[in-house]
């Protein structure tokens, strides 16, 4: 086996490639259960739809986190607003896990991760957000993931 | 020896409350299990359900953070993003209530959770000595993962839980 390694995959070009993959990856549960709740609604789709909310709430409080982990670090240190822009999405969370109501739970989930890749934008092109990459892989995830929950919820709606 | 600045200082300060007051749900699950009041009685049998969600909610947290301090600093040493996602979808999975895709005992669920937990809290303390956090990050993480760990432990040590789905 040698050692060589492509360049890409090195260093601060690597990291984009692997995290890019990684979102993509992350990105698909919601997106086959929305597909699931549609296909199999009366055997699979209400464990699929509590998966999902979880998954959705589990979501949300990651991208608190990244938005918190970013201030923190942010030459300078963090300020009040930005270490408050990484616990909201956390308290947003919250709910999503410990409610009952499936109608609340998605409504959350479908206002929350729009309006925090918004925020995150913002941030970016003020220059004290996530590097450009990131936000590059996470707006079409953004929108793959919030019609996916959009999907489900529609279902639960009508049913 | 670095000295810390007051800027620093208040930050630590701050944190470190925000981290306590992020212990309370844990602790409350533990002290709910084990204080035989009737005020209490029917929260009890949801303690452990509540504890493994909010841990669930904490973990996702925890490896979101990992992976922000990555991000703000890309030229940084190489660390991947995978480890901490992995170990975010062992707790996710463990903390699924039962019927989702499965139904497990919490002798199970709790102790997988509690090894999830100590594993970022290792690989955050490696991303502290590479610099990737603020200083006084690791000693708060130590032990808020110490009260973590310890709350998890109690609810789980109960008779009505050890054993139980």
């Known amino acids: 086996m040698t050692n060589s390694v492509k360049p890409s995959e090195t260093g601060a070009q690597g990291l984009p490639q692997a995290a890019a993959v990684l979102a993509y990856a992350g990105a698909l549960p919601p997106i086959v259960a929305a597909l699931m709740v549609w296909m199999r609604p009366a055997d699979l789709g209400p464990a699929t739809t509590e998966l999902m909310l979880i998954y959705g709430g589990a979501l949300i409080a990651f991208f608190g986190g990244v938005r918190w982990g970013v201030a923190v670090m942010r030459a300078g240190g963090p300020s009040f607003a930005s270490l408050l822009g990484g616990v909201i999405p956390l308290a947003m969370a919250f709910p999503v896990f410990f409610l009952e109501d499936a109608f609340t739970r998605f409504l959350i989930i479908i206002v929350a991760l729009p309006i925090l890749l918004w925020d995150d934008l913002r941030a970016t092109r003020r220059g004290s957000g996530a590097p450009d990459w990131y936000l590059g892989v996470r707006t079409p995830l953004t929108i793959l993931m919030t019609a996916s929950f959009a999907l489900a919820f529609l279902k639960t709606l009508l049913s | ?165």
């Open chain 2, 1 to 165: 020896m670095s000295v810390e600045n007051p800027k620093e200082r208040r930050e630590r300060l701050e944190m470190t409350a925000l981290g306590l007051a992020g212990l309370i749900p844990f602790a409350a699950s533990a002290f709910v299990v084990w204080i035989p009041a009737t005020l209490l009685a029917p929260f009890t049998s949801a303690a452990p359900v509540f504890a493994l969600a909010y841990a669930a909610v904490i973990a996702a947290y925890l490896t979101g953070a990992g992976a922000g301090a990555i991000l703000a600093q890309p030229s940084g040493p190489r660390r991947w993003f995978a480890p901490g996602q992995i170990l975010l979808l062992i707790v996710f999975f463990a903390a699924l209530p039962d019927g989702v895709l499965y139904d497990l005992a919490h002798s199970i669920r709790f102790p997988i959770v509690i090894a999830a937990f100590l594993a970022i809290l290792a690989m955050d303390l490696g991303s502290a000595r590479e610099q990737r956090f603020p200083p006084w990050y690791g000693k708060l993480r130590i032990a808020l993962t110490a009260g973590v760990v310890a709350s998890l432990a109690a609810v789980l040590a109960h008779p009505s839980v050890w054993g139980a789905r």
